[in-house]
């Protein structure tokens, strides 16, 4: 399986960037990493293993991008509206930087995003926020709700990066032609937020697959299963 390194400087954020990609040509798959997890943490896990076979038949391209979260989510040093900002510094980059250059490398017009744990937010706030640029939004074992990351405090940047908060409300009809997969686990502690989001999104009419596994924590095993099987509806 081919693995390249790629780093670069994201004017952004105004510091480097590190990636790891797996692949020659491919549907573009662009992966967040968990709770501060860094770009080699898929492998690592072995997540990128379990999709072997899609990558060396060129089915798709997986691209493992590096967290900010020690400088945004989890920065208890600084002002949670610091914290907020330094993440929508890190939206941009992924919006206005990093998925326009998938876009050209792979020839398409959209691409899919996923994430385990903390990375499922990840992807489904970026999916939502943009879902001109995305087609396809798996997230494995996932939260939704951060407000408890921000120490109480509540302003629209929050609102606007909150889903549970700001999708009920939302409207475009790019929504509807997203394919998106809720992965869970019966004993997932985040099992409940998946049945949340799911509710948010039948009463907006938004069609997806609340995929619950009949065994499995909150942990890789799981989530080395279901992303074979979700790379398989692309």
């Known amino acids: 399986m081919q693995e390249h390194y790629r780093k670069w400087y994201s004017h952004h954020l105004g510091r480097d960037i590190e990636m ?25 896990f072995k997540l990128i293993e379990s999709a072997q076979w899609f990558v060396d038949n060129r089915k798709v391209k997986i691209y493992c991008i590096d967290s900010i979260d020690r400088d945004s989510w989890y920065a208890k040093h600084l002002h ?12 941009k980059m992924v919006n206005e930087e990093l998925v326009p250059w998938i876009q050209h490398e792979c020839q398409v017009g959209k691409i899919a995003v996923g994430g385990c744990s903390f990375g499922g937010f990840q992807a489904l706030n970026f999916a939502f926020r943009h879902p001109d640029k995305v087609a396809h939004l798996w997230s494995m ?12 405090y ?11 908060d700001y999708i009920p409300n939302a409207h475009n009809d790019q929504f509807y032609h997203m394919k998106i997969i809720l992965g869970t686990s019966e004993h997932d502690f985040c099992k409940p937020d998946n049945y949340a989001m799911s509710g948010i999104l039948n009463r907006k009419g938004i069609h997806h697959w609340l995929d ?7 942990d890789w095993p799981v989530w080395r299963e279901m992303f074979p099987h979700y790379l398989s509806q692309v």
């Open 20 to 44: 790891l990609v797996y692949g020659d040509w491919g549907y573009p798959v662009l992966l967040f990493p968990t709770t501060m997890g860094r770009y080699y943490e898929a492998k690592d």
């Open 80 to 91: 949670p509206s610091v914290r907020i900002q330094n993440h929508l510094w890190y939206d």
């Open 141 to 152: 074992g996932a939260k939704f709700d951060i407000k408890s990351f921000m120490s109480g």
């Open 154 to 164: 509540y302003d629209d940047n929050v609102y606007f990066n909150n889903p549970p």
């Open 212 to 218: 619950v596994r009949p065994w499995g924590a909150h």
